[in-house]
């Protein structure tokens, strides 16, 4: 017992010994934290390229619209996304979203997928928008329009929707007045 005593007390002796050791730390002055890279700037105006024309009613300020949307820093890194979720609804030209998606919007046809990508100051500005979207950030959306509310074939010209063989495009007719709420910003912090 006395011996397994001794042997215990030499242990922790050079336990404590290797533990005193001090190690020199560099000069705070040489220490420097890495920094990311910047982002790329970005357009200077909206850039709106349509990959596929819908063949549905066309949307305009005003109306309703379901899409699905995944949104990208310049570099491609992915900070949102509605895809494989419930469609994201907005109200074109009411201010519920940035400016580059009310600019953005009209014009594209139920069916259609377009690809704006948005200069910083038509985006989330200078402060940016939480974690993921720094100020200054210039980005882009991959957008699917989905429905236009009210503009569905067969309503017998209701809520913009122009009837069959009437000779007037869908939509002609003055859309409903947009909902009082406003329809959160595409992105989420």
């Known amino acids: 017992m006395r011996l397994s005593s001794i042997?215990?007390?030499?242990?922790?002796?050079?336990?404590?010994?290797?533990?005193?050791?001090?190690?020199?730390?560099p000069p705070a002055s040489?220490?420097?934290?890495?920094?990311a890279p910047p982002l790329p700037p970005g357009p200077d105006k909206l850039e709106i390229v349509d990959e596929k024309v819908g063949t549905g009613a066309e949307a305009k300020k005003g109306?309703?619209?379901k899409v699905h949307y995944t949104g990208t820093?310049?570099?491609?890194?992915?900070?949102?996304?509605?895809?494989?979720?419930?469609?994201?609804?907005?109200?074109?030209?009411?201010?519920?979203?940035?400016?580059?998606?009310?600019?953005?919007?009209?014009?594209?046809?139920?069916?259609?997928?377009?690809?704006?990508?948005?200069p910083w100051q038509m985006a989330y500005g200078e402060s940016g928008q939480g974690t993921n979207i720094p100020g200054k950030a210039a980005l882009k959306f991959d957008i699917e329009l989905l429905e236009i509310e009210g503009a569905n074939a067969g309503d017998g010209g209701k809520d913009g929707a122009a009837p069959a063989?009437?000779?007037?495009?869908?939509g002609s007719a003055k859309p409903a007045a947009p909902k009082t709420s406003a329809a959160p910003a595409p992105a989420k912090s």
């Open 7 to 25: 042997a215990l007390l030499a242990s922790a002796v050079l336990v404590l010994a290797g533990c005193s050791k001090k190690i020199e730390e």
């Open 30 to 35: 040489e220490f420097k934290p890495s920094e």
């Open 63 to 65: 109306d309703k619209v």
């Open 73 to 118: 820093l310049m570099n491609g890194k992915q900070f949102d996304s509605s895809v494989g979720k419930t469609p994201f609804e907005v109200t074109i030209g009411s201010g519920g979203v940035i400016k580059g998606w009310d600019e953005g919007l009209p014009g594209m046809k139920v069916g259609g997928k377009r690809k704006l990508t948005i």
């Open 165 to 170: 063989g009437s000779g007037k495009p869908a």
